[in-house]
């Protein structure tokens, strides 16, 4: 089964740093998400990313944070100034644009962000 | 306000029992619920929908609008089952929607 691929699997940065974590999603989706999970919280939506442009965002996603997709494999996150409170589980997901009624979203394994 | 509420944070039982993973939603409009699954070391993995009214891995998940509930049951747990288990839900036919998430719960299964 094809598979989103999140590189790294593991980022540490000081704070005030620029991050960027990579993914690769599902070659025939179009829809594209990136969610955080702090550690012991829930896994949080943070921003959804359609036909080139975001199509929703969440309160987290302040302008800290941009998401592209510079060609047409990668999605990224960047993160400007990493906060201590930037440190969780990273999630990239993607779904495709059959009827709703079979979308399910395909998630990466995650990029564990470690700022100090 | 949105929310998903899953009471235990842990849910211990023996191979062979009943489980019941209990999951509350409040939403104002017209939800779609899921049940996401993490096994160890492996990526969230969908695990059903409401919508599907399917039986995966012998589980089962109803909608109950009335108690506003969404609570995922197996008959016999096997060990395998051991693993994180999030209900989410999104607002029905949002196409791209976000997933809003409850805090999870730990499934053990012991021998």
């Known amino acids: 089964e094809p598979e989103v691929t999140q590189t790294p699997s593991h980022q540490v940065t000081q704070m005030g740093q620029e991050v960027i974590l990579r993914c690769v999603p599902i070659?025939?989706?179009?829809?594209f998400y990136w969610y955080r999970q702090i550690l012991g919280q829930k896994v949080e939506f943070l921003v959804s990313f359609y036909n080139n442009e975001i199509s929703e965002k969440s309160e987290i996603f302040d302008d800290q944070f941009s998401v592209e997709r510079p060609d047409g494999s990668n999605f990224t996150l960047k993160i400007r100034s990493t906060k201590l409170e930037d440190s969780a589980m990273y999630f990239c997901?993607?779904?495709?644009?059959?009827?709703?009624?079979?979308?399910?979203?395909?998630f990466g394994s995650g990029t564990q962000l470690s700022v100090l | 306000a949105q929310r998903v509420t899953q009471p235990e944070k842990l849910l211990s039982v023996f191979k062979g029992a009943p489980v019941e993973l209990k999951c509350n939603y409040s939403?104002?409009?017209?939800?779609?619920l899921f049940w996401y699954v993490q096994y160890s070391r492996q990526r969230l993995q969908l695990l059903l929908r409401h919508i599907s009214r399917e039986s995966i891995k012998g589980f089962t998940a109803d909608l109950n609008k009335g108690e506003t509930s969404f609570h995922l049951k197996k008959p016999f747990a096997q060990e395998e089952d051991s693993a994180m288990y999030y209900c989410?839900?999104?607002?029905?036919?949002?196409?791209?929607?976000?997933?809003?998430f409850g805090q999870g719960t730990e499934l053990s299964v012991k021998p």
């Open positions: 070659s025939n989706h179009l829809y």
């Open positions: 939403y104002s409009g017209s939800p779609e």
């Open positions: 997901a993607s779904s495709d644009s059959t009827p709703a009624t079979n979308e399910k979203l395909f």
């Open positions: 989410a839900l999104r607002r029905i036919y949002n196409q791209g929607g976000k997933l809003i």
